[in-house]
């Protein structure tokens, strides 16, 4: 009996923990409240219990406004690491629990630079609390690989091949291809770059060792980079040798201000502008609707 009222103790002060850090967050008691779903009253209270408990004034109130008290705005600090401490123990401890927990393996580009996938993920987890994601980075052919032999269950990943049947292929955004190269390189003062133009220049490709030969043969005979072959396991690996003008690294995207070292140039081919499409692959006959929510999620991700 008594071990069961010390667990609804320590319950209700997290409670009023997460009551707190709101009134913090939105600088209201009122907006907090609404927030928590809970009335005013109700919620000043559990401050004051909170308060109580503590032994300590957590904010100096002065007729409608308030500002922390320094052990308030220390406990506040604090508690936030030990709330997110605690949920993610809370996660994990049901997912051992459970062991048909369900689960979303999420293969990624990892020469991208977009911030799509990240997005898409942060929103699918506030959807999805339960569903365990894990996510993997790979070039193209690690992913296509890994989707095929089911070591994940769905890819983002450019378009380099026909469309397979018996999969699902849905093109996310078709984007103009760039090159960063370092700004204190002649070429960077150009508008536009041509792979025939860079063929004295060695290509700068994120692959891992044994994907190096796919990269070559993709950049080399089907995008036209004619010059020699660096590789970096990383982006910012690449972007070092960038700004040391070792070379050129092909990136896509758009022509955002990447800092004062590096310049981005829109890549064109024959007076027209190289395109690569970047699409979400995934199994039709191994299709769920926790995949295809996470698709319709990445996908409006890429259309905004």
């Known amino acids: 009996m008594e071990n069961t009222q010390k667990t609804e103790v320590k319950a ?3 409670n009023q923990v997460r009551y707190f850090q709101a009134v913090v967050r939105n600088n209201s008691f009122t907006e907090a409240a609404e927030e928590c779903h809970i009335s005013q009253s109700a919620i000043s209270q559990q401050i004051k219990a909170l308060e109580q408990e503590l032994g300590f004034a957590l ?3 002065r007729n409608r406004t308030f500002e922390l008290t320094p052990a308030g705005e220390h406990f506040y600090k604090k508690s936030l690491v ?9 996660d994990e401890s049901v997912r051992i629990a459970r062991k048909d ?3 979303l393996r999420i293969g990624y580009l990892r020469s991208y630079f977009g911030h799509e996938i990240q997005s898409a993920v942060a929103c699918f987890s506030v959807k999805h609390p339960n569903v365990s994601v894990n996510i993997i980075g790979g070039n193209h052919e690690d992913l296509y690989d890994l989707l095929r032999t089911k070591k994940i269950d769905i890819a983002m990943n450019d378009q380099r091949r026909a469309f397979s049947a018996g999969y699902y292929n849905v093109i996310l955004k078709t984007k103009q291809c760039y090159i960063e190269i370092a700004a204190r390189n002649p070429i960077a003062c150009l508008e536009t ?10 290509c700068i490709l994120i692959s891992s060792k044994e994907q190096q030969k796919n990269e070559i043969d993709y950049f080399g005979g089907i995008v036209g980079f004619g010059g020699t072959f660096l590789f970096a396991e990383s982006v910012e690996e690449a972007r070092l040798m960038v700004v040391q003008n070792n070379g050129f690294m092909p990136v896509d995207g758009g022509p955002e201000q990447v800092g004062n070292t590096i310049v981005r140039i829109p890549l064109f081919n024959s007076s027209r502008p190289m395109t690569r499409n970047y ?8 299709s769920t609707e926790i995949i295809e929510d996470f698709a319709e999620m990445l996908k409006a991700e890429f259309e905004k």
């Open 101 to 103: 927990t369900p689960e």
């Open 193 to 202: 770059v041509s792979p025939d133009e860079l063929k004295n220049t060695p």
């Open 12 to 14: 209700a002060m997290l």
């Open 279 to 286: 699409c979400a692959f995934w199994k039709e006959s191994d």
């Open 59 to 61: 904010f100096v109130r």
């Open 82 to 90: 030990l709330v997110a401490d605690y949920d993610r123990l809370a």
